[in-house]
Nanobody, 116 residues
Framework: QVQLVESGGGLVQAGGSLRLSCTAS????????MGWYRQAPGKQRDMVAT???????NYADSVKGRFTISGDNAKNTIYLQMNNMQPEDTAVYYC??????????WGQGTQVTVSS
């Protein structure tokens, strides 16, 4: 099993920045992709950004140019730097980790609120 612990959420004004962190522990050897999803009230959970073990990144169109995902393999940690945040970025942000042929693991979620 993989355990994921997120941190860094909070309240920020529009135009501001936050950085989320997610540290993985447990059966991490076979993780090939990690990333962030978010879920706003009454909406489905959507992909925000992902990063593969080889460093390839992918972003939702709504965050391109504003958010940056990165990873530190030595710390088993990924980060999501969020800049120029907007009220529509308000959501619970979930970290996830994917291993081949195994259901992805999810963190507990961290609340991000952007005030206008």
């Amino acid at each position: 099993q993989v355990q994921l612990v997120e941190s860094g959420g909070g309240l920020v004004q529009a135009g501001g920045s936050l950085r989320l962190s997610c540290t993985a522990s447990g059966s991490i050897v076979r993780i090939n992709t990690m990333g962030w999803y978010r879920q706003a009230p009454g909406k489905q959970r959507d992909m925000v950004a992902t990063i593969t073990s080889g460093g390839t990144t992918n972003y939702a169109d709504s965050v391109k140019g504003r958010f940056t995902i990165s990873g530190d393999n030595a710390k088993n940690t990924i980060y999501l730097q969020m800049n120029n945040m907007q009220p529509e970025d308000t959501a619970v942000y979930y970290c996830y980790a994917k291993r081949p042929f195994i259901i992805p693991s999810w963190g507990q979620g961290t609340q991000v609120t952007v005030s206008s």
